[in-house]
T-cell receptor
Framework: KQEVTQIPAALSVPEGENLVLNCSFT??????LQWFRQDPGKGLTSLLL???SQREQTSGRLNASLDKSSGRSTLYIAASQPGDSATYLC??????????WGAGTKLIIKP | GAGVSQSPSNKVTEKGKDVELRCDPI?????LYWYRQSLGQGLEFLIY????????KSGLPSDRFSAERTGGSVSTLTIQRTQQEDSAVYLC????????????????FGPGTRLTVL
């Protein structure tokens, strides 16, 4: 059974720092992996999607990598800003096309 | 609007009553998902509709929960005989995902319905 884990559960860093959020999964047979952000009291916004054949995706200050063999993905945020404060979730679509979600990392960027 | 919409945005009900939550996906999206998010918890998958295929109901927590998607568009999630533990935010998402085909899988989420069972 696929399980998705996100570490750390919470992270607080000063503005301007580069940071890395981690997502690990137990079964490497995945279809894709997605990163989302959730702002308090709001729905989720898709950030990046990495197909199983890809190694990374970039969007602005965000870069997501995927290493299927080790069951890991990282979300790199460059030059963090207070507006980046949110909960970041990763989700894996497995070989049965089901989506399995991590519990999220709550990120706080201190001005 | 062009996004996913959900109604109502808030619902307060008494224990034992039935509730219906509505989701209007983005036009043309083949896949529709319902999730539940309890306070301080991650997303819990409930049900997944893919085109005309039989829905994946593996996430429904009990037989009090059911959902339908009419005409491949609007979906309704029904909770019968609500319990206090049903209190949560119910999120709907849609995407162009199609199994076995190269297709984009970016999910677009609605703002959610906050259900409170007294």
């Amino acid at each position: 059974k696929q399980e998705v884990t996100q570490i750390p559960a919470a992270l607080s860093v000063p503005e301007g720092e580069n940071l890395v959020l981690n997502c690990s999964f137990t079964d490497s047979a995945i279809y894709n992996l997605q990163w989302f952000r959730q702002d308090p009291g709001k729905g989720l916004t898709s950030l990046l999607l990495i197909q199983s054949s890809q190694r990374e995706q970039t969007s602005g200050r965000l870069n997501a990598s995927l290493d299927k063999s080790s069951g890991r993905s990282t979300l790199y945020i460059a030059a963090s800003q207070p507006g980046d404060s949110a909960t970041y979730l990763c989700a894996v679509r497995d070989s049965n096309y089901q989506l399995i979600w991590g519990a999220g990392t709550k990120l706080i960027i201190k001005p | 609007g062009a996004g996913v919409s959900q109604s109502p945005s808030n619902k307060v009900t008494e224990k034992g009553k039935d509730v219906e939550l509505r989701c209007d996906p983005i036009s043309g999206h083949t896949a529709l998902y319902w999730y539940r998010q309890s306070l301080g918890q991650g997303l819990e998958f409930l049900i997944y509709f893919q085109g005309n295929s039989a829905p994946d109901k593996s996430g429904l927590p009990s037989d009090r929960f059911s959902a339908e998607r009419t005409g491949g568009s609007v979906s309704t999630l029904t909770i019968q005989r609500t319990q206090q533990e049903d209190s949560a935010v119910y999120l709907c998402a849609s995407s162009l995902f199609q199994a076995n085909l190269e297709s984009t899988d970016t999910q677009y989420f609605g703002p959610g319905t906050r259900l409170t069972v007294l």
